[in-house]
């Protein structure tokens, strides 16, 4: 089946990079459902000169019915699901210790059992076809713990395993599963990231306040998140997708390709220098 009739479905679809792979699908030629947890009038009208189509389709993915009957939704109108694209996401900053049990909590109920639901949901229809392609996106945190986002890259690492255990077990079905590892984009991650209630006083306020600047700077001054959707393109565009995929900076993609051979004292001094909290 050629591009023209295939399906995609993106969360975490209404800014940043899940916007930026909505359009590129869309543009492709994808029938692409751009999904959300709240859609506002016209938000996903045509995109321009595409060849696809481009839906809302509203879907909490801390919420379990509303992911199943978002994708029941999509399969009652077009009866097909090829691609899903699990972008949905935020961040929270403060140390580990300030950081309470209930709001560690909600990162992890977006940033991974959202994906987990969203994979649940959309796996028998997939395996029913004997193909499809997952693409989870992940972080460089993922590979490198950040100081002052503990909880934020412990989500992602837990990405990472997740992603490589499904790949796994989605091989003799058919089914391609890739992570893409973001680094830096400047997307409006950086203002919607939540800082933890008891950041603002005690022993860590003022190494967090340069972490949280560093982090800042760096994203502001990071690529558009385009690249990313490119990227996007060309892993749907493989016969033989890689598990991992980086697109960022340059000294961000080194950095977390460097780790494993580097003396972990080093890699730490270097990620604390960064982010000045030697």
């Given at each position: ?227 990313a959707a490119r990227l996007l393109l060309r892993i749907l565009g493989s016969r033989s997708p ?37």
């Amino acid at each position: 089946m050629g591009i023209e009739g295939r399906v995609a479905v993106v969360t975490g679809a209404s800014s940043g990079i899940g916007r930026a792979c909505v359009d590129a699908l869309a543009e492709s030629g994808y029938t692409t459902f751009a999904a959300a947890r709240s859609l506002s009038e016209g938000s996903f009208e045509d995109v321009g000169n595409h060849e696809g189509i481009l839906r809302g389709l509203r879907m909490d993915v801390d919420d379990e019915a509303s992911v199943r009957e978002a994708i029941a939704a999509v399969l009652d109108d077009v009866g097909r699901i090829d691609v899903v694209v699990n972008c949905a996401g935020f961040g929270i900053a403060g140390s580990v210790e300030d950081t309470s049990i209930d709001e560690g909590k909600q990162q992890f109920e977006t940033n991974l059992f959202g994906i987990h639901r969203v994979c649940r949901a959309v796996l028998p229809t997939m395996r029913t076809h004997g193909a499809g392609r997952i693409v989870n996106v992940s972080s460089i945190a993922g590979r490198i713990g950040l100081p002052y986002q503990g909880l934020y890259s412990a989500t992602k690492f837990a990405i990472e395993g997740l992603t490589e255990a499904l790949r796994m077990e989605l091989r003799p079905f058919g089914i391609k599963v890739s992570l893409i590892e973001p680094g830096d984009f400047n997307t409006g991650f950086t203002a919607s990231r939540r800082c933890v209630e008891a950041s603002g006083e005690g022993p860590y306020v003022d190494r967090f306040a340069r972490a949280l600047a560093a982090a800042e700077s760096d994203e502001l001054g990071g690529h558009p998140p385009e690249r990313a959707a490119r990227l996007l393109l060309r892993i749907l565009g493989s016969r033989s997708p890689r598990l991992r995929y980086t697109v960022g900076p340059l000294s961000q993609r080194l950095s977390a390709m460097a780790k494993p051979l580097l003396p972990g004292g080093i890699v730490e001094h270097e990620v604390m220098k960064h982010y000045d909290v030697l």
